[in-house]
């Protein structure tokens, strides 16, 4: 059987991307774009 994955919070994988390199790029309303160096 697989293993369940933890529940994480809007802030906590905000954080995690963070981390892997990608920033804000633009935002509508709640929904967050987020965008890498490569423009990904």
Known sequence: MSEKLPKL???EIIA?????GFS????SGSHKIYKNNQGI
């Open 16 to 20: 995690v991307l963070e981390k892997l």
């Open 9 to 11: 919070n809007a802030k």
């Open 24 to 27: 804000l790029s633009r935002q």
